[in-house]
């Protein structure tokens, strides 16, 4: 199956900071999506980024499918934003489908 | 627009008991999913379906069991509860693999 490496695993940042982190993948995924577990536990879907880059306020994402990676950007960073982020793609393996999770940056906001 | 919910968000078992674990979507999705999150950990896939009356073994699949009678309802049964299942239980759905996935708010289970 594909491998899934998150970077960087933690990030303490104070508020007002941008951020960038970075998704690899060992084999070509189609359909990445990004998201964010906030400290309550709660999973929410950020992004459903086929190739190219989004943006939702202050947060975007670039994929580049051909090169095996997706990065995300936040920008002027929150409180609010702490939590895990992870990324995560479609996998067919052995018939077995489902998404394959990295295991995710920890993102830490200091006010 | 509840999306996907789970029942309960936290349960107490003790070591060999059984309870069944609640998922329902409203979003008419084919696809639905059972994750664990085991603490400081990511995700690891439980079972699936592709749809009523078809469901297939994920990565960690032993100890449980599941059914999809219906399009929205997805259960997950735990069988003689071990401290080893202690966890936090995610169920996703979403319209296809390929597709945007949406997580329910997840359970909390500790086997005692």
């Known amino acids: 199956g594909i491998q899934v490496e998150q970077s960087p695993p933690d990030l303490i940042l104070q508020e007002g900071a941008n951020s960038t982190l970075r998704c690899n993948f060992s084999d070509s995924v189609n359909n990445l999506q990004w998201f964010h577990q906030n400290p309550w536990g709660q999973l929410i879907n950020l992004f459903y980024?086929?190739?190219g880059t989004k943006q939702n306020g202050r947060l975007s994402a670039t994929t580049v499918a051909t090169e095996r990676y997706s990065l995300l950007y936040i920008s002027s960073s929150q409180t609010t934003d702490s939590g895990v982020y992870f990324c995560a793609g479609p996998e067919t393996n052995f018939g077995n489908e489902k998404l394959t999770f990295g295991t995710g940056t920890r993102l830490t906001i200091i006010p | 627009n509840a999306g996907v919910t789970q029942t309960p968000k936290f349960r107490i078992l003790k070591i060999g008991q059984s309870m069944t674990l609640q998922c329902t979507q409203d979003?008419?999705?084919?696809?639905m999913y059972w994750y664990r999150q085991d603490p400081g950990m990511g995700l690891k896939l439980i079972y699936y379906?592709?749809?009523?009356?078809?469901?297939d073994k994920g990565e960690v699949p032993n100890g449980y069991n599941v059914s999809r009678s219906t399009t929205e309802d997805f259960p997950l049964r735990l069988e003689l509860a071990a401290p080893s299942q202690t966890s936090v239980y995610f169920c996703a759905s979403s319209p296809g693999l390929t597709l945007r996935a949406f997580f329910g708010q997840g359970t909390r289970l500790t086997v005692v």
């Open positions: 979003m008419n999705h084919n696809y």
């Open positions: 980024i086929p190739s």
């Open positions: 379906s592709v749809g009523a009356g078809i469901t």
